[in-house]
């Protein structure tokens, strides 16, 4: 029997995954690459469109999906309200057009997720889900930052904080097995307030407050090594130790980020900017999209996804080639980092063929077996 593709869940994913096309390319042309521009307003809308558009979209699409169940009547449908803002002005801001709405609009978003957060939270209140809206909540400040014209640098770190605080939280979810200490709860609480004080810092004084986020995310890196459950399964076979090992490499990336936040904390662009900003989005927050990708699309989609080796090509090319373009951007060898960059954009979209290929082939292997 054929399965019906969910709706809405499918088109918003496939809405954030242009939207993922739209930034690479833009930040491809950022980098140099003498290609088409397609809209005059396209590069500088790169930062954005990865975080505000691809991004939160797709965490408040996975939101939207985890709650619906637990909702009832019309807040079935509303719950895909977030996701849908966030993605429709990020569509506005790709296109470069209406330019205020693009985005109130993705403000209207995170304001969305912060109040999908506060359901979930006041249905399962505990550490996590109070951590995880917290992170909302800085998405939602540094979309309002943005809205009211503060420069995009100084936006970019509130961006940062969402990330972090949402992987940290989700982390500390499936760590919760262990039964971890009070002194790994209280390290954990420790970092996330110094997380917001970082940022708070950063809006009176730009360069102590980067750094003291860089000293943050070095914590919480080491915090991730010791306390993450990802260490004690790196010797499971299978996904469970693909999605080990791409978590430690991702922690790995985070601790290089922070050091490179604390060294060049006062850069508001050029490559030491981009070393640092790209060591924490490529580098982190992408090796925990591909550690997670076995286990949330399958969510999104409502259908399997079967895990094979090949899901190890992602995270080694994009740690290569990041090395790459971090490499350039050090020791100004601006061809270098052209490349690096190009072949991280060529490493998302092969991550990309291969979750769709396999879904595909998944599909098909359902449907040709007989049914009962
Ligand atoms: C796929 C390959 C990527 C390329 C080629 C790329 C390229 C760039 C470039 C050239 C800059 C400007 C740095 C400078 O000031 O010199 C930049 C900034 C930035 N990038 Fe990326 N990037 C990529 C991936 C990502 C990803 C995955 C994210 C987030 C998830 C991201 C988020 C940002 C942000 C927030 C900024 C700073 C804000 C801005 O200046 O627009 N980038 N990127």
Redesign the pocket.
């Given at each position: 029997m054929k399965r019906r593709i969910p709706f809405p869940a499918a088109p918003l994913l496939a809405l954030s995954l242009l939207l993922l096309l739209a930034?690479?390319w833009a930040?491809?042309l950022?980098?140099g690459w003498a290609w088409p521009l397609l809209r005059p307003t396209l590069p500088?809308?790169?930062?954005?469109l990865?975080?505000s558009g691809?991004?939160g979209a797709l965490i408040s699409l996975e939101r939207a999906v985890a709650l619906q169940p637990s909702v009832r009547g019309q807040a079935r449908r509303l719950v895909y309200l977030p996701p849908l803002a966030a993605g429709l002005g990020g569509l506005l801001v790709m296109l470069g057009i209406a330019p205020p709405l693009g985005p109130l609009l993705m403000t209207m978003g995170s304001l969305g997720l912060v109040i999908l957060m506060v359901v979930i939270y006041r249905l399962h209140p505990a550490m996590h889900s109070g951590v995880i809206l917290l992170g909302s909540i800085l998405w939602l400040a540094g979309n309002l930052l943005w809205l009211f014209g503060q420069p995009?640098?100084e936006v970019?770190a509130w961006?940062?904080g969402f990330?972090a605080l949402t992987i940290i939280g989700e982390r500390l979810e499936l760590s919760r097995l262990l039964n971890l200490s009070s002194l790994a709860h209280r390290l954990f609480l420790f970092l996330v307030v110094l997380v917001c004080a970082a940022l708070i810092v950063s809006l009176i004084r730009y360069q102590p407050g980067m750094r003291l986020l860089g000293l943050t995310m070095l914590g919480m890196s080491i915090w991730l090594f010791v306390f993450d459950i990802a260490r004690r399964r790196i010797r499971a076979g299978g996904q469970a130790r693909f999605i080990a090992i791409t978590l430690l490499l991702g922690y790995a990336w985070l601790a290089i980020s922070g050091v490179l936040y604390v060294v060049f904390a006062g850069q508001m662009?050029?490559?030491r900017?981009?070393a640092m900003?790209?060591s924490f989005?490529?580098g982190f927050?992408?090796n925990m999209i591909f550690a997670h990708a076995p286990i949330v699309f399958p969510a999104i989609l409502q259908r399997p996804l079967s895990y094979h080796p090949g899901f190890y090509l992602p995270p080694i090319l994009l740690s290569l080639s990041l090395v790459l373009r971090i490499t350039g951007d050090l020791t100004g060898d601006m061809v270098m980092r052209q490349w690096g960059?190009?072949l991280?954009?060529i490493t998302?979209l092969l991550f990309l063929g291969l979750i769709i290929g396999t879904v595909l082939k998944d599909g098909r292997r359902q449907s040709a077996r007989p049914s009962p």
């Open positions: 930034a690479m930040g491809l950022r980098m500088m809308a790169h930062g954005p990865m975080v691809f991004l995009v640098f970019t961006w940062t990330l662009a050029g490559p900017y981009d900003q790209h989005y490529l927050v992408f960059g190009l991280n954009a998302l």
